[in-house]
Every structure is written in C-alpha cells, then in structure tokens.
C-alpha cells in the first residue's frame, strides 16, 4: 500500500487527537467520545460528517503503524494545516487528554511533541492546556 501522502486539514485534527490519545498505547472510550463530541459540536468540523471520523481514526492508526509513523504523521499534520488551525488542533489534543482525567506521562510527551511539531508559542500553549484543564473540572 503506498505511503499517504496528504490529508486534509479537518483530517489533520483528527489525526492530532488521536497521535495523543494512542500516546498510552490505545484509545479509551471516554478518548473516543470526547473526539467524537468535539467534531459533532465545533465549527471547524462543520461540513466534516461524523461517520469520517472513523475512516479518520483508522487513517491516524495505519500512519502510527509505519516505519517512522510518528514523523510522517507530524509533516502531514504541519502540511495540512495553516498556523491558525494549528493552534486549534493542539486545544484538541489537550482537550482529548483532559478528558481522561488523568494524563500518562506518555501522552504528555506526546503533547510536548505536537506542540514543538505545530510551533506552537509556549504560552499559548500554556493557556490552551490550562483552558482544556478548566472545561474538565467535577464540582
């Protein structure tokens, strides 16, 4: 099977959630249900239908599988999206994570790496992390 060789930007979002939500080797179903929510729910995903997020999923999966699967998915990801959607897919990541409610060191690492991939400023980064962190709170 050839080597993908683009996505589109809503693709790359998802894609984005699922690098850091496998960061801890799987996707748990609360992973799933807040990627889920988030593409039935943002505008960015507006004229994105649901039932691709599946085909999305498996797509981010297959890239992880190859032979230096990380990087090729990070230059997918870099190419797919201009600079104000990578601020968008890192408060994905964060909010996939945050959904959780406890972030593995993997993952962390994992959102280290989209944030260095994505050159994201750190205190953007920072508010985004923080802002996901806020949304996630129990009473």
Do not use: N
Request: some cysteine; hydrophobic content about 50%.
């Amino acid at each position: 099977m050839p080597a993908l060789q683009a996505l589109d930007p809503q693709e790359a979002l998802v894609c984005t959630m699922v690098l850091v939500a496998a960061a801890d080797g799987g996707l748990t179903d609360r992973e799933i249900g807040a990627m889920a929510g988030l593409v039935q729910t943002l505008p960015v995903f507006h004229d994105f239908a649901t039932d691709r997020l599946k085909a999305a999923t498996d797509t981010a999966v297959s890239l992880l599988g190859e032979t230096e699967g990380l990087a090729h998915a990070a230059r997918l990801i870099r190419e797919a999206l201009e600079p104000r959607l990578r601020e968008t897919a890192y408060a994905l990541a964060c909010d996939v994570i945050a959904a959780d409610q406890e972030a593995r060191q993997t993952e962390l690492e994992m959102l280290e790496f989209v944030r260095a991939e994505l050159a994201i400023d750190p205190l953007i980064a920072r508010a985004l992390e923080r802002g996901a962190r806020a949304r996630q709170q129990h009473r």
